[in-house]
């Protein structure tokens, strides 16, 4: 059974970071391109990085070039997301799924794990 588990999120303040982390099962974790998606209330789910098998290909959103870094361990079966500078814009939802421009998994999601930034 495909999953994935996302943790690490809370309540920060502007120009604060997080490190998210998703542990994905039920599939061959090291053979699949792995992303991060958010969703914040009322809007639907957009991409914020993904990364490629072997680590060597990353993409982000144009919101996330430069504070927002996106990292595996194949050994874990883990991917992480490590986010600086946060804004208030940044408060969603966090998910993780396999693919790297689009889920490639769709019909399995996690819960996410809530970012908050806020004063």
Known sequence: QVQFVESGGGLVKPGGSLRLSCAASGFAFNKNDMSWYRQAPGQGREL???ISSDSYGRNYADFAHGRFTISRD????TVYLQMDGLKPDDTATYFCNAGY??????NYWGE??????SS
């Not at 194949?74 to 079966?77: H, Q």
């Not at 421009?101 to 769709?106: A, I, K, L, Q, T």
């Not at 996410?112 to 930034?117: D, Q």
């Open 48 to 50: 914020v990085a993904g």
């Open 74 to 77: 194949n050994d874990k079966n």
């Open 101 to 106: 421009y689009r889920p490639s998994m769709e």
């Open 112 to 117: 996410g794990t809530l970012v908050t930034v």
